[in-house]
């Protein structure tokens, strides 16, 4: 059974950091691509950010890619001896206000293609709420 659980939401700042933890099960944790998705107040879920491993020309490492909205300001993470993904988000805006959601997912992605849509994920976090106060 995969769990996903996220912690470290809370209220902050416009311009402040917060840092959110992803802590999942699983055998194969350090190849599995685990997303992060947001869903502010009356919209849908959006894409956030996602780490995968991939192969370069020589070898295998992590890639990530992120939506264009948080381009710069976020940054995705994985500490595998913990079994923990991370999003470090500085600069934060009050449109970064939402539930945001660790998810994890069993496909294999290779190439330049990142999964970036919910369907795409098979197992979810609870969410996390992040308040950006202006």
């Known amino acids: 059974q995969v769990n996903v659980v996220e912690s470290g939401g809370g209220l902050v700042q416009t311009g402040g950091s917060l840092r959110l933890s992803c802590a999942a099960s699983g055998p194969t944790f350090s190849t599995t691509t685990m997303g992060w998705f947001r869903q502010p107040p009356g919209k849908e879920r959006e894409f956030v950010a996602t780490?995968?491993?991939?192969?370069?020309?020589?070898?295998?490492?992590?890639?990530?890619y992120y939506s264009d909205s948080v381009k710069g300001r976020f940054t995705i993470s994985r500490d595998n001896a913990k079994n923990t993904v991370y999003l470090q988000m500085s600069s934060l805006k009050p449109e970064d206000t939402a539930v945001y959601y660790c998810?994890?997912?069993?496909?294999?992605?290779?190439?330049?293609?990142?999964?970036?849509?919910?369907?795409?994920?098979?197992?979810w976090g609870q969410g996390t709420q992040v308040t950006v106060s202006s």
């Open positions: 998810a994890l997912t069993v496909g294999y992605y290779s190439g330049n293609y990142y999964p970036s849509v919910p369907y795409e994920y098979h197992h």
């Open positions: 780490i995968s491993w991939r192969a370069g020309s020589t070898y295998y490492s992590d890639s990530t």
